[in-house]
């Protein structure tokens, strides 16, 4: 792929200053992300993985080198609203109905009540929970709420989708159907995805480039570009292929573990 | 239902409890009273049943105690007593009577419930400038929490002075007491309240780039409701004892604390206790007001069921 990337580092470092010093949570961090590319980051906690996304998300800020989201500062990205983010918890408000909670973006981005109510109906229908806007999220499932939080994310047609760990608290016959549902959620939006996770096979499963990271300092240690089709149905996790890609993101978590 | 047997057990212990400690509490004055009247009592000398303790003398004296039950101005009254006594002052009362617990308590209420919506206002508002500002964090918050230690008895009367010398009297100083005290509860809940939202919530706020009032309309202030209802139900509770405190210095002759204090004045022990009831009902009452419009309110919010 020849694009102008979407989201472009350039030797990015973020140093968290704390009472037992310096931390460097990233440390020359170089990547691109083409338009419609599905990226997933993996690694041990303390890689640096959720830390990259929020700095493309400007909840934080990096300390050097230079990263743009759709060619503007990050902190210009958000503010034109060019990302949805999911969060590892749905985060929806237990005083609205599902619905509402959809429509919270929508409302401060101000669109008209009708389109709000067009949008609301559409995600839902997306993420396969039309009939549940009336609900209040305490009565759904963990993963009816993710998916909720998904629509959310969707509601206002931000090009770039970031995604952390959003399906890490589910259990695992949940967390395959919404991998399945999120592919085919990603075929019909042609988003640029942003997706954090500790799963191997998640990874693999999800994604056209696969950024494999270590800690200490967090940096990137393989960038796998995935030979998978991209039709793929949940049993391409037992091909040949999707082993061979698994082994190789393996070999990367562990040569970053190498000198602990 | 099945409730209902062991918390009659235990208020029928408490009302049995009650009856017995007030044969000791009145026995002096009742064995008195019947030697006047020419029964047999022991022992015969006054000097020496002063001397004595109240429970030797009430077990030596078995036959005075029904009359420890009975007298017109008892150290301690007995439950009927003070029923009698309650009934007799509103029920048999006109409303508007001076005689009537009922206008009496309406006067120390209307202060009570000023004084509630100044506290709860001021509550509010410092709460949201505390949240949204630190100088006002760390401006405000102790001066709130200083406020608080000081004894309500000693600060009361100086501000019915000082708002008497400016004209100012009747229910509005009264009001501000009652707010004085009640702000404070407000203040703590709702900083807590309007904090309670965790980091991801703001995050999220922050990726769809919304404004400080948005987050406070949409986030913080519904996020707080639970801990404001909580809150008020302190607020209003201590609201009704500033009223009442309010009316104890001035020597005021309407409200609740004026009852309390005319009956110590002339002995009157059954309305000081009858008093007592009044203002426990009145909280009760007030407290449970609060609690079905937060039932309420936070079922039409979804966040009870």
Request: aromatic share 8%; glycine share 8%.
């Amino acid at each position: 792929m020849t694009q102008v990337p979407v989201i472009e580092s350039k030797n990015l470092d973020l140093t968290f200053e704390t009472a037992d010093g310096p931390v460097a949570a990233l440390k020359d961090v170089s990547l691109q992300i083409g338009a419609g590319e599905f990226v997933s980051f993996i690694g041990p906690s303390g890689c640096g993985k959720t830390t990259f996304l929020r700095c493309v998300a400007a909840l934080e800020e990096p300390t050097g080198g230079s990263l743009t989201v759709n060619g503007m500062s990050p902190e210009e990205a958000r503010k034109a609203r060019a990302y949805g983010y999911v969060f590892q918890a749905a985060g929806l408000y237990p005083w609205r109905t599902i619905a509402k909670n959809i429509r919270l973006p929508l409302e401060i981005m101000g669109f008209s009540r009708a389109e709000q109510e067009e949008r609301v109906n559409r995600v839902l229908e997306l993420v396969d929970l039309a009939g549940f806007g009336g609900k209040y999220p305490w009565q759904l499932s963990g993963g009816m709420q993710q998916r909720a939080s998904i629509a959310r994310a969707l509601s206002f047609d931000a090009d770039i989708l970031l995604m952390d760990e959003p399906f890490g608290a589910l259990d695992e016959i949940v967390r395959d159907h919404l991998n399945e549902e999120l592919l085919k959620l990603w075929a019909r939006t042609g988003k640029t995805i942003g997706f954090v996770t500790h799963s191997i096979p998640e990874a693999v499963y999800l994604s056209t480039k696969i950024v494999v990271m270590s800690p200490r300092p967090g940096r990137i240690t393989d960038v796998i570009e995935s030979t998978l089709p991209q039709e793929r149905p949940l049993d391409i996790r037992d091909t040949p292929e999707f082993l061979e890609i698994a082994h190789r993101v393996r070999d990367g978590l562990r040569a970053g573990h190498a000198y602990d | 239902m099945r409730t209902i047997l062991p918390v009659a057990v235990v208020v029928a212990a408490i009302v049995a409890f009650w009856y017995l400690a007030a044969i000791p509490m009145n026995i002096h004055f009742a064995v008195t009273s019947a030697q006047r009247a020419g029964a047999e009592v022991t022992p015969e000398s006054g000097a020496e049943r002063r001397n004595m303790g109240a429970i030797a003398l009430a077990a030596r004296n078995p036959a005075q105690w029904t009359d420890s039950w009975t007298q017109a101005k008892p150290r301690l009254p007995v439950p009927h007593q003070v029923v009698a006594e309650l009934w007799r002052t509103t029920a048999l009362q006109h409303p508007a009577s001076k005689q009537s617990l009922v206008y009496h308590g309406w006067v120390t209420l209307s202060a009570t419930v000023v004084g509630f919506a100044i506290g709860t206002g001021l509550g509010i508002l410092l709460a949201i400038g505390i949240v949204h500002s630190r100088a006002m964090d760390m401006s405000v918050m102790p001066w709130a929490i200083a406020s608080q230690t000081i004894p309500i008895l000693a600060i009361a009367p100086m501000i019915i002075v000082v708002l008497n010398s400016i004209g100012v009297q009747g229910l509005i100083p009264k009001a501000i007491i009652s707010a004085y005290l009640s702000f404070f509860p407000v203040v703590v809940g709702m900083v807590k309240g309007l904090r309670s939202p965790d980091a991801m919530q703001f995050d999220l706020l922050k990726t769809y780039n919304a404004s400080r009032s948005e987050t406070f309309w949409k986030l913080r202030l519904p996020a707080s409701a639970p801990y404001l209802f909580a809150s008020l139900k302190v607020g209003i509770a201590a609201s009704l004892v500033g009223a009442i405190v309010g009316e104890l210095p001035t020597g005021a002759s309407r409200g609740l604390g004026a009852r309390l204090l005319t009956g110590s004045y002339y002995g009157q022990t059954v309305q000081i206790w009858s008093a007592l009831f009044a203002t426990a009902i009145l909280a009760a009452a007030l407290v449970a007001i609060v609690a079905g419009i937060e039932r309420a309110t936070l079922k039409r919010m979804g966040l009870a069921t």
